[in-house]
């Protein structure tokens, strides 16, 4: 089916293509209802996405943290606590960028949110603990924590 403009508004056709040509060349029309919902569904894809690795990564930084005392019940847990504790730490120390992070920021912006600066931490948790924000030091003695707790949990454990 062709597409038609009133005369007084119609466009320029590039390079002399035909009505259907020419439309297929500007894109799906903007006041499609199909398109409309393919969007709209698109985005809430991606929204769900990003709700689903920010909790992910919530549950993650939890077992970072915490883990160390769900290996004092389950020993054989600290195979997959102990990297993901050292993991949590270097990433304090270091100021690294988590991959979770990067994933959580690419679904934001495909769902047509913006992203966030900083990391996880920075974004969800110091907000909560500390409102005034995230000083270097506080990532630092983030760290140190999560060092020191498992360190005597598993000093504890292997003792």
Same mark, same amino acid.
């Given at each position: 089916?062709?597409?038609? #403009? ?6 320029? +056709? ?18 499609? =209802? ?8 698109? !985005? ?43 993991? =949590? @730490? ?6 690294? #960028?988590?991959?979770?992070? !990067?994933?959580?920021? #690419? ?5 047509? +949110? ?13 907000? @909560?603990? #500390? ?11 983030? =760290? ?6 498992? =360190? ?8």
């Amino acid at each position: 089916e062709a597409v038609t #403009y009133p005369s007084a508004s119609a466009p320029k +056709r590039p390079n002399g293509l035909s009505d259907r040509r020419c439309a297929n060349a500007l894109g799906p029309h903007r006041n499609s =209802g199909e398109n409309r919902v393919a969007r709209r569904m698109r !985005r809430m894809t991606y929204h769900v996405a990003a709700t689903a690795t920010a909790l992910l990564h919530f549950a993650f930084v939890g077992f970072v943290i915490f883990g160390g005392l769900a290996v004092l019940r389950w020993p054989k847990l600290m195979w997959l606590h102990l990297p993901a504790a050292i993991w =949590g @730490v270097l990433i304090e120390f270091f100021s690294w #960028y988590c991959p979770l992070t !990067r994933w959580e920021n #690419y679904f934001l912006r495909e769902a047509g +949110r913006a992203g966030y600066d900083g990391g996880f931490v920075a974004h969800y948790i110091m907000p @909560v603990l #500390y409102p005034a924000g995230l000083t270097r030091g506080l990532e630092i003695a983030i =760290g140190a924590f999560v060092l020191v707790l498992n =360190g005597v949990i598993y000093w504890r454990l292997f003792r």
